[in-house]
C-alpha cells in the first residue's frame, strides 16, 4: 500500500486508512440473484472519500439490494466489493478468503452506517438510548462516554430537546433524524441512506435532507438511494442511474440529470421530477 492518510470524515473513527486515491467504496462486477431472477447483474462503482453519490433508479432496480450488499445485510454471488479498503464480509489469511464470523461482521458494519426508509427505531428505547446501544455493545464505550457523545450527536441533528422521547412521541422527521445520529454513534468511514425520506409526510422531508447536506459538506462519504432530485442537484458530487440491475449512467449532476444520455434515465426523471 502507498502513503496512508488520515481517515476522510471528521467522524470517522480509528481503524483501516484507505490510500491515497483508493475509492472508500468500490464494486466491481457484483451479481446478486434471488431463485431464477437477477436483482444485480454486473454493478461497477467507485464512491472516492468525503464524496456523494446519488444512486437513482425506478422500483425494483435493486437500490436496495446494492445498498444491503455493500453492508453486508446480504452477500453477493459474484463481484468484489470493498469498502475502506477492505472485503465486505470476508477477509484474507495465508492467501485465502474467509467469511467473516459474525463479531467480525459485527465489526465492519459499524464502520458502514445505514439509514433505512423506515426508521427502525428500538420503540422501548428513548432517543438518547437508542444512540448509546450500538457504542456500548459493539465500540465498548462507557454509560458516561456513549452519553456524551450521543448528546452531542442528537443536537447536531436538532433534536438537543428530545433526548428522552420515544420514538411514538416523535414526529417521521425526528425520529429519521435520531435514527442517523444513532448510526453517526459507531462512527462510520461511510454512510448508506436507501430512500430516507420516502416514508415521510411531505413537510418533513427538508429537515432529515438538511441534515444530510450538513453531512455531506462536513465531508462525509455518502451512498443514497433517493427520488429527491433537488437534493441530488445540489448535494451528489456523481449520479448513477441503476436499471434492471445495471448501472446504465452515471456522471455528475450536471450532465446526468440535467442532459442525461440514456432514453431510459429521461422516462424515469421525467416521472419524478
Ligand atoms: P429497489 O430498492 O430499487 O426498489 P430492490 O433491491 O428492493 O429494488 O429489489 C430489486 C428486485 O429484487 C425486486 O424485483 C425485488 O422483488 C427482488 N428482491 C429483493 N429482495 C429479495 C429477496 N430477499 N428475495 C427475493 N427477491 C428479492
Ligand atoms: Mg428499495
Known amino acids: 500500500r502507498a502513503k496512508a492518510q488520515p ?8 481503524g483501516p486508512v484507505h490510500a491515497d486515491g483508493e475509492p472508500m467504496v468500490r464494486t466491481e462486477q457484483v451479481w446478486k440473484w ?5 436483482v444485480l447483474r454486473g454493478v461497477d462503482l467507485a464512491v472516492h472519500p468525503r464524496q456523494t453519490l446519488v444512486l437513482l433508479g425506478p422500483s425494483g432496480s435493486g437500490k436496495s439490494t446494492l445498498l444491503r450488499c455493500i453492508n453486508a445485510l446480504e452477500r453477493p454471488d459474484s463481484g468484489l466489493l470493498e469498502v475502506d479498503g477492505q472485503r465486505v464480509g470476508l477477509r484474507s489469511g495465508g492467501g485465502r478468503l474467509y467469511q467473516l464470523t459474525e463479531g467480525e461482521l459485527c465489526r465492519q458494519r459499524a464502520r458502514i452506517g445505514m439509514v433505512f426508509q423506515r426508521f427502525n427505531l428500538f420503540p422501548h428505547m428513548t432517543a438518547l ?9 459493539v465500540l465498548g464505550l462507557s454509560r458516561e462516554q456513549a452519553e456524551a457523545e450521543a448528546e452531542r450527536l442528537l443536537t447536531r441533528v436538532g433534536l438537543r430537546d428530545k433526548l428522552d422521547s420515544y420514538p411514538a412521541q416523535l414526529s417521521g422527521g425526528q425520529q429519521q433524524r ?15 441512506f436507501d430512500e430516507p425520506t420516502s416514508a415521510l409526510d411531505p ?28 437534493f441530488a442537484k ?5 449520479v448513477a442511474m441503476l436499471d434492471g440491475g445495471v448501472i446504465i449512467e452515471s ?23
Open 7 to 14: 481517515a476522510a470524515s471528521p467522524e470517522a473513527g480509528a
Open 34 to 38: 434471488f431463485g431464477s431472477t437477477d
Open 129 to 137: 438510548e437508542n444512540v448509546t446501544l450500538g457504542p456500548r455493545r
Open 178 to 192: 435520531v435514527a442517523i445520529a444513532r448510526a453517526l454513534a459507531m462512527k462510520p468511514h461511510v454512510m448508506l
Open 203 to 230: 413537510e418533513l422531508v427538508g429537515e432529515v435532507l438538511d441534515v444530510m447536506k450538513d453531512l455531506a459538506r462536513q465531508g462525509m462519504t455518502m451512498i443514497v438511494a433517493t427520488h429527491e432530485i433537488g
Open 234 to 238: 445540489e448535494v451528489a458530487d456523481t
Open 251 to 273: 456522471g455528475p449532476p450536471g450532465e446526468c440529470l440535467v442532459a442525461p444520455k440514456e432514453e431510459r434515465t429521461r422516462a424515469f426523471l421525467s416521472k419524478v421530477l
